[in-house]
């Protein structure tokens, strides 16, 4: 295995991340997801719990990531207005709100019982 090389894979990924994170959308993202560490601190939670608080916040800041790439992707191919331009871009912007619908639910689930 070529360790330059690797090493230099990781310096693009960490630089993706980077780039993914001074999105507006993505700042959005981090906020609700310090806010819902914070909240998790001062309620307690399980072991369990905090899995499952940690993979909802990474499959959703995961899909933003991903749709910026979308994004960025169909920019590229098509500047111009098209339909199947919007397509793709909505239909990323729509995962990206289903999995933020999902992790509002899962984290009234646990939260809830335990403030009520
Ligand atoms: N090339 C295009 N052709 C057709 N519709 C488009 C195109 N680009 C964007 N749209 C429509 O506009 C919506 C918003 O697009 P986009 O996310 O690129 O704008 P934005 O939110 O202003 O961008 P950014 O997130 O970079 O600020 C898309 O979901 C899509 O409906």
Same mark, same amino acid.
């Given at each position: ?57 990474? @499959?959703?800041?995961? /899909? ?8 960025? =992707?169909?920019? +590229? $191919? !098509?500047?111009? #207005?098209?339909? @199947?331009?919007?397509? /793709? ?8 709100? =289903?999995?933020? +619908? $999902? !992790?509002?639910? #899962?984290?009234? @689930? ?7």
């Amino acid at each position: 295995m070529d360790a330059h090389k690797l090493l230099k894979s990781f310096g693009y990924a960490f630089y993706g991340i980077w780039t993914a994170f001074n999105e507006q959308n993505m700042r959005i993202h981090m906020i609700s997801a310090l806010i819902v560490i914070i909240a998790g601190v001062f309620t307690g939670l399980t072991n369990i719990e905090w899995m499952i608080i940690i993979l909802v916040i990474t @499959l959703v800041i995961g /899909a933003e990531m991903i749709n910026t790439a979308i994004e960025s =992707v169909v920019n +590229l $191919a !098509s500047p111009d #207005i098209h339909p @199947l331009a919007k397509q /793709a871009k909505d239909v990323a912007a729509g995962a990206v709100l =289903v999995f933020a +619908l $999902a !992790s509002v639910i #899962i984290g009234l @689930l646990i939260f809830l019982p335990k403030w009520f």
